[in-house]
């Protein structure tokens, strides 16, 4: 009799857990929003922010992660001020001649020629007329930093191109070419 009434129980509670399956219906979600985003369209509407809209301006003083400020205005008067204070952070150890003469080789040497005498290969084919060699010029590490963020004459900025670390090394390499010439 034991045995009937266990057949029975275990007969009656498959019924029960076969019958609580339905596929036409799934189970009730928590958070259904969690399972299904809704998708929002850039400069669309949204009672989410106090504005009414999706995308946002970042937050007032805050910077670009990895953007390091440069105290110096895109002036004459910054350039004057850049050349006569601003010097380079890199110590002994950071000097990499190598690197900044690669670096130098890659994006200077097209206009400003291998010795900084103002004749590379755009120059020679008049593409560009006017490049100054640097041993006619008075220049400092920090004439030199300034003019590669900002660009000066005819010479674009390479502030995207090159980090800072990058242009303190190109700025070390034009001393020394000047140095050289």
Known sequence: MKRVYKITLLFGITILVASCHNNKAPNYQYFPNMYES??????A???????????????????????EPYDYENSTAGYELAKANLKSPLDSLDRNSEKGKILYEIYCTSCHGNAGDGKGKLVEREKFLGVPSYKDRVITEGSIFHVETFGLNSMGAHANQLSTHERWLVADYVLKLKSQL
């Open 38 to 43: 809704v998708g929002y369209e850039t400069y």
């Open 45 to 67: 509407e949204s009672d989410a922010f106090k504005n009414g809209k999706v995308a946002q301006l970042p937050a007032e003083g805050t910077i670009n992660r990895g953007f």
